[in-house]
């Protein structure tokens, strides 16, 4: 199997609700369909470099997702498979991205606030909440849920090798991938 067209599919959700998780099954899957060849745009480390030095308020927020957007934009048209994993808690935003890559797959990582505090994967809810961390998304800084994303993805019910295989099953069926015979 191989990629028909370029496409990204783009990660938004709370902190802790499973974006990277699910990216690294997602690469994974496809790899295993042999396509070796995908970006990764990881919120975490984008922050490291292309947009290192950018705080969490929501002029800089929206400036990092900007960025990811345009990259995933270049990359897209030249046929290349990205995967975004942001929070990217702005409607407005995503739209802005959705309309300058075109080949755009929204995939809400849905788990509910308390289930992502529960897990705290980074220990960051607990310093939210003792006022350690600014504009923290849920607690201190608004999370505006997609109203029509193409995948929904609900991680406190489901596995991750099922939610990634929902996301491969669109690109199936939406003429990204070439179909398994
Ligand atoms: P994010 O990238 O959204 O901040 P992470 O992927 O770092 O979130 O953390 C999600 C946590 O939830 C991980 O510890 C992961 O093992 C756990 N988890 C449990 N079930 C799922 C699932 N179905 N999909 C993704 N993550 C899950």
Redesign the pocket.
């Known amino acids: 199997m191989s990629v028909l067209k370029g496409f990204t599919v783009w990660?938004t959700?709370?902190?802790?609700?499973?974006?990277?998780?699910?990216?690294?099954?997602l690469d994974k899957q496809l790899r295993a369909r042999g396509i070796p060849n995908v970006e990764i745009m990881?919120?975490?480390e984008v922050r490291e470099h292309l947009s290192k030095g950018l705080t969490f308020s929501k002029e800089d927020r929206d400036i990092n997702i900007r960025r990811i957007a345009f990259v995933c934009h270049l990359l897209t048209r030249n046929g290349i498979p990205n995967i975004a994993?942001a929070?990217s808690p702005y409607r407005s935003t995503r739209e802005y991205a959705r309309d300058m890559i075109g080949n755009f797959i929204e995939v809400h990582?849905a788990?509910p606030l308390e289930?992502?505090e529960g897990?705290d994967?980074?220990g960051l809810y607990e310093k939210a909440r003792q006022g350690e961390i600014e504009n923290f998304t849920g607690v201190s800084d608004p999370y505006e849920a997609p109203l029509n994303p193409e995948v929904v993805?609900?991680?406190?019910?489901?596995?991750?090798?099922?939610?990634?295989g929902k996301i491969v099953a669109f690109l199936e069926r939406k003429g990204y991938l070439e179909p398994v015979l």
């Open positions: 990660f959700g709370l902190s802790g609700s499973g974006k990277s998780t699910i990216t690294l099954e990881d919120g975490d994993a929070i990582v788990a289930v992502c897990r994967v980074k993805c609900h991680t406190h019910e489901e596995t991750v090798e099922q939610s990634a």
